[in-house]
């Protein structure tokens, strides 16, 4: 099927669809970190799923993250 | 059994705004976060890691500055937040050092002993010693140290001296597990922390610092209300007339540099769709843009020599009155300063404004002031359709139009944002006049460390947009610039519309003209709009990408502001800067707005005032300088 198209076309196609997608992944991350991210943990939140909530606002807890029974990488 | 590595020991950096916490914490971490002369650098929280001399995992958190645990403005709560162990994301650190200026140790200590009395492990840093030292100051150290009860070592961060000794005092402290002497009890009330404040300082000091005199000196005539303001003027005149006659040369050795790639590829590469988007699509549209570069470093390095001299605080002082009329609180400089360079981080640094009227007023005016993307649109045009006359020369600089121009559009976005905030300030966000309570740190020598860093942040920053956001836009660009290519069977019919006006592209921006057209906006400038509103300078790589493309199937050439003086009037011209100077194109801002307003009813009143603001401005203006005979 590939033999119809030259390299450069489909390097071109490689090249133009990457740009795309790239595009629309940045637009997305900045949509998540603007305001999806606090929407979705709020909604969360309000259906009882406080550790999810906590994790898609805050993150995993970093591992050298104090508790009271030391270190998280201690446990 | 496996050895247990020893736990990370947390320290937080706590201190006065403006007292060198940035710097220490680049000196101890090998950071390169900003540090400048002026209170509010810091508004978040930052972390970095460091070794202590016997090995100690160290996490180092940098919070901003702050004048007591009792907040006033959304940077000082997270300052709280992470000392008392308050924070929802931050425990409590193990040990806080408090950062203090040596040479005015009477304002900084207030903030150390509300820190002592946390009741935490605490080491008290004097840091710019070798300022206090300079004017005349002699301290003993061991007896500021045994009057406080807490462990005392000097540095001078910039240059990373008592580093060493700092880790050092920190780490033993934590190994004795030491709470700092005297805190037991309720904290004392100010009046009691100032008269402790003056009996440690009279049994430290054999004696204090003198009152910094050059400062003083220099501040009769910096401050005046009159020769203040024409040497503002005359450094902003000199800045920008430098960032056209200086750049030149850089600017026509990488213009030079892409053009001849240009050709490399075209003879490398047959004839196809793979080279026509590597020189139409990317070499002319990021390389457009890379031929700003040299006037973006000069803005930056001129901009970061006003900053880490303490100019800049100046600057805010004397606009303090102008801003102080149309209802902006005086620390609403620092963000609008910091536009200059970036909306988005300007927006973020309302947060060391109090109350919410006056952070909302600021967020909302900041994209009126000329961020660095302007910069190269501004020089394109202005190149394109203001003749380089010379207006004046002064011991050997010459003073010329385009220059003065430029500095015209700054002074356009600076008169827009206080506009603007004065009618939001009437309407939407009255309120009663904020005072201005603003500390000026002392003249210092900027330092050369400090500059190539700040210089080389900025230049990542650029290059990473441009081998990113704006490559992929110029790809994509091309790809609708060029494409569906005329079919050969209705040739005939094609014939009456150039190729690239057929195009997706050509056919979005024929679609959208109508509504530009008042404004003097031909198809191609629609066209180039669009992607600007990812990233404000690819206006000028959609430019030269639908030229470039134009060009290799009409057969013309020359440079970008050839082909736009050549096909644009002049009315179009200034039209299109008007648009620029005012309008809200830029999609991060609108998002960080919504983040740090927690809603969207300002980012969308953002959107629309601007852009009626623009449109307005711009449709005067085409409409003027074509009935004076521009068009």
Redesign the interface.
């Known amino acids: 099927m590939f033999s119809r198209f030259t390299v450069q076309e489909l390097l071109t196609v490689f090249m133009v669809s990457a740009a795309v997608f790239f595009l629309l992944f940045r637009v997305a991350r900045i949509l998540w970190k603007s305001f999806i991210r606090d929407s979705l943990a709020k909604w969360l939140l309000k259906k009882g799923h406080i550790t999810l909530a906590f994790r898609i606002r805050h993150g995993r807890p970093r591992r050298d993250t104090l508790t009271p029974y030391g270190t998280f990488r201690d446990r | 059994m496996a050895e247990?590595?020893a736990?990370?020991i947390?320290i937080a950096l706590a201190g006065n705004p403006n007292c060198g916490k940035s710097a220490l914490f680049n000196a101890m971490t090998g950071s390169r976060e900003r540090v400048g002369n002026y209170p509010g650098v810091t508004v978040e929280k930052r972390e970095g890691s460091a070794r202590g001399p016997s090995g100690t995992r160290i996490?180092l958190i940098d919070l901003p500055g702050a004048y007591s645990l009792n907040p006033r403005t959304p940077d000082e709560e997270i300052t709280r937040e992470v000392i008392l162990g308050l924070h929802?994301?931050e425990?409590?650190p193990d040990l806080i050092i408090a950062v203090a200026d040596a040479s005015n140790l009477s304002r900084s200590l207030g903030f150390a002993l509300e820190l002592k009395s946390a009741g935490r492990p605490l080491v008290l840093v004097l840091n710019m010693i070798d300022i206090a030292r300079g004017r005349g100051a002699e301290l003993d150290l061991k007896i500021l140290s045994e009057e406080l009860g807490i462990p005392v070592v000097a540095t001078v961060a910039t240059q990373a001296r008592g580093i060493n000794e700092l880790l050092q005092a920190a780490e033993e402290l934590l190994r004795n597990k030491t709470p700092p002497r005297g805190t037991a009890g309720p904290a004392p009330d100010t009046q009691a922390r100032f008269a402790e404040i003056d009996r440690v300082l009279k049994a430290a000091f054999r004696h204090a610092p003198r009152p910094a005199l050059w400062t003083e000196r220099i501040d009769r005539f910096v401050l005046h209300p009159f020769f203040g303001s024409i040497l503002l003027f005359l450094i902003l005149a000199f800045l920008f007339q430098a960032i056209f006659n200086w750049a030149n040369t850089p600017m026509e050795w990488i213009r030079a540099g892409t053009d001849s790639l240009g050709v490399l590829v075209e003879s490398t590469?047959?004839e196809?769709?793979?080279?026509s988007?590597l020189v139409h699509g990317v070499i002319a549209g990021v390389g457009s843009v890379l031929v700003f570069v040299p006037q973006i470093l000069l803005l930056f390095l001129f901009i970061l020599v006003l900053e880490d001299s303490g100019y800049m605080a100046r600057a805010a002082f004397l606009m303090d009155r102008l801003m102080g009329r149309v209802g902006l609180h005086g620390r609403a400089f620092i963000p609008l300063l910091s536009s200059f360079a970036c909306a988005v981080p300007g927006i973020m640094a309302t947060r060391t404004l109090e109350s919410k009227r006056d952070r909302l007023a600021t967020i909302l005016v900041a994209p009126l002031i000329t961020c660095s993307a302007r910069l190269p649109v501004y020089a394109l045009l202005i190149a394109a359709f203001i003749p380089n006359r010379g207006l004046l020369s002064l011991a050997g600089f010459e003073l010329r139009l385009q220059g003065l121009v430029m500095l015209g559009l700054y002074f356009a976005g600076v008169i827009a944002s206080l506009a603007m905030a004065f009618l939001f300030r009437k309407t939407l966000l009255k309120g009663p006049p904020p005072p201005l309570l603003m500390e000026l740190p002392s003249y210092k020598w900027p330092t050369f460390r400090n500059l190539a860093l700040g210089l080389m942040e900025r230049l990542g920053t650029f290059l990473r947009r441009a081998g990113?956001?704006i490559?992929?836009?110029a790809?994509?660009l091309w790809?609708l610039a060029s494409y569906p290519k005329p079919d050969p069977i209705t040739t005939s019919q094609a014939a009456a519309l150039p190729p690239l006006a057929s195009s997706y592209a050509g056919q979005i921006g024929r679609a959208l003209e109508p509504i530009f057209r008042p404004l003097g906006f031909n198809w191609q400038i629609v066209v180039a709009l669009i992607p600007g509103f990812?990233a404000r300078e690819m206006m000028i790589g959609a430019l030269a990408t639908v030229y470039s493309i134009e060009a290799s199937t009409l057969g013309t050439g020359g440079a970008l502001s050839t082909h736009l003086a050549r096909d644009w009037s002049v009315a179009t011209g200034l039209s299109l800067l008007v648009w620029y100077v005012l309008s809200c194109q830029c999609?991060?801002t609108l998002?960080?707005t919504?983040?740090e307003t927690?809603s969207?009813r300002w980012p969308v009143l953002m959107l629309v005032y601007m852009t009626v603001l623009a449109y307005v401005g711009s449709f005067l203006t085409f409409q003027f300088v074509r009935a004076l005979g521009g068009g």
């Not at chain 2, 196809?272 to 080279?275: D, E, F, K, V, Y």
């Open positions: 247990q590595r736990p990370t947390r996490r929802k994301s425990p409590a590469f047959s196809g769709p793979l080279r988007l990113t956001v490559l992929a836009l790809i994509v790809f990812a999609f991060s998002a960080v919504r983040r927690n969207w």
